[in-house]
T-cell receptor
Framework: DTAVSQTPKYLVTQMGNDKSIKCEQN?????MYWYKQDSKKFLKIMFS???????INETVPNRFSPKSPDKAHLNLHINSLELGDSAVYFC????????????FGPGTRLTVT | QKEVEQNSGPLSVPEGAIASLNCTYS??????FFWYRQYSGKSPELIMF??SNGDKEDGRFTAQLNKASQYVSLLIRDSQPSDSATYLC???????????WGLGTSLAVNP
């Protein structure tokens, strides 16, 4: 049973398109995160939700909009994709807000051409 | 700007040796420290965490914390080729809702 799952695993799209990534966790955790890992491997927090409430919103372009329909799901919608958005996007969850014990999904590799 | 620094490596050790990975942090208010392992093309996986000064052992892994000097290290004893991965250090301040991540150290264990 996959603890944190993401779809799709790969996403190849053209500049200007809009795309979504979905994440689900079956660990019963209250907190979920979106991270971006670029080609230099730096893991950058983008957003965090605690029980459907947005608690972290880093300096991310408005083109990125997260949505949490319930505490087990966290989606990421990206409008007007740009070349610089190419990266691996990881979803993660943790049992406590701001907890360092985080469980990551397999990642979504986004390539914008 | 709170920072976590790691030597990017690659750190190369022979099989069976001890691998020593180091991490320094800038925020003296940091209270909890985490080591994640990330294999190439995979997601980060938590392997150790430490909250108090001193050593914490788990199997072949030992985390060491020195708050006065603001560093945390990870020792891997009897290194195996399967330990070859990037090791990410992450630090959480007392009232911070997020982790501050290092860039990671690439470890290569040679048979």
């Amino acid at each position: 049973d996959t603890a944190v799952s993401q779809t799709p695993k790969y996403l190849v799209t053209q500049m200007g398109n809009d795309k979504s990534i979905k994440c689900e966790q079956n660990l019963g955790h209250d907190t979920m995160y979106w991270y971006k890992q670029d080609s230099k491997k730096f893991l950058k927090i983008m957003f965090s939700y605690n029980n459907k409430e947005l608690i972290i919103n880093e300096t991310v372009p408005n083109r990125f909009s997260p949505k949490s329909p319930d505490k087990a799901h966290l989606n990421l919608h990206i409008n007007s994709l740009e070349l610089g958005d190419s990266a691996v996007y990881f979803c993660a969850s943790s049992p406590r807000t701001g907890g360092g014990e985080q469980y990551f999904g397999p990642g979504t590799r986004l390539t914008v051409t | 700007q709170k920072e976590v620094e790691q030597n990017s490596g690659p750190l190369s050790v022979p099989e069976g040796a001890i691998a020593s990975l180091n991490c320094t942090y800038s925020d003296r208010g940091s209270q909890s420290f985490f080591w994640y392992r990330q294999y190439s093309g995979k997601s980060p996986e938590l392997i150790m965490f430490i909250y108090s000064n001193g050593d914490k052992e788990d199997g072949r892994f030992t985390a060491q914390l020195n708050k006065a000097s603001q560093y945390v290290s990870l020792l891997i004893r009897d290194s195996q080729p399967s330990d070859s991965a990037t090791y990410l250090c992450a630090v959480r301040s007392g009232n911070n809702r997020k982790l501050i991540w290092g860039l990671g150290t690439s470890l290569a264990v040679n048979p």
